[in-house]
């Protein structure tokens, strides 16, 4: 069936540097894929989205990836920072299924001093 | 601006005790969904609502009822809560699909136990 997976549970990144987290997905019918930061004993927090007939789109730090031919979504967090410690989410949601969104387990990214 | 305003935050029931977690949004959004979240896991959709009047079931449906009389508001029932329910739960509001985005908003959580 469907799903959205990722690669690591956990990423160690030194604080400076750029971080990578990856998400592969299963269907290409994708109208959107988002991704989420949840800080501990909160709700996840909107980062940025990207429409499946885009390649890239940049926010503030961030930047996302999709590469459709190998079905892969990347979050690239520039200078990462000590509160960029979260866990990340990719999700995907569909105009047919608007407001559904189908989460990948998670990326806990650890930013080190 | 409230946004998503979820209670209680923290609940410890005993199995086969029912009852209610509250959702209410004040950004007149139409879609509405309730998610669970356990230890290691992404969330995992349960309800989701259209519109007032409208429900639908999603992933983990089973032992979980909503109704949306309001488009404020989109509770969510346990009948006889099971240990299997312990989990965090979120309630998330959003626009339609002409929005700008696909974002979702999130409530902060309630933390349910079942003994």
């Known amino acids: 069936g469907e799903s959205v997976g990722l690669h690591l549970p956990t990423l160690s990144v030194q604080e400076g540097d750029n971080s990578i987290i990856n998400c592969a997905y299963s269907n290409s019918a994708s109208d959107y894929f988002i991704w989420y930061k949840q800080e501990s004993g909160k709700g996840p927090q909107f980062i940025i989205d990207i429409r499946s007939n885009m390649d890239k789109r940049q926010g503030q730090r961030v930047t996302v990836l999709l590469n459709k031919t190998v079905k892969h979504l990347s979050l690239q967090i520039a200078a990462t920072q000590p509160g960029d410690s979260a866990v990340y989410f990719c999700?995907?949601?569909?105009?047919?299924?608007?407001?559904?969104?189908?989460f990948g387990a998670g990326t806990q990214v650890v930013v080190t001093p | 601006n409230a946004g998503v305003t979820q209670t209680p935050k923290f609940q410890v029931l005993k199995t086969g005790q029912s009852m209610t977690l509250q959702c209410a949004q004040d950004?007149?959004?139409?879609?509405m969904s309730w998610y669970r979240q356990d230890p290691g896991m992404g969330l995992r959709l349960i309800h989701y609502?259209?519109?007032?009047?409208?429900?639908d079931q999603g992933e983990v449906p089973n032992g979980y009822n909503v109704s949306r009389s309001t488009t404020e508001d989109f509770p969510l029932r346990l009948l006889s809560a099971a240990p299997s329910q312990t989990s965090v739960y979120f309630c998330?509001?959003?626009?339609?699909?002409?929005?700008?985005?696909?974002?979702?908003?999130f409530g902060e959580g309630s933390r349910l136990t079942v003994l």
């Open positions: 609502s259209v519109g007032a009047g409208i429900t």
């Open positions: 999700a995907r949601m569909t105009t047919d299924s608007w407001g559904k969104l189908q």
């Open positions: 998330a509001s959003s626009g339609g699909p002409g929005d700008i985005t696909g974002e979702l908003f």
């Open positions: 950004m007149n959004h139409e879609y």
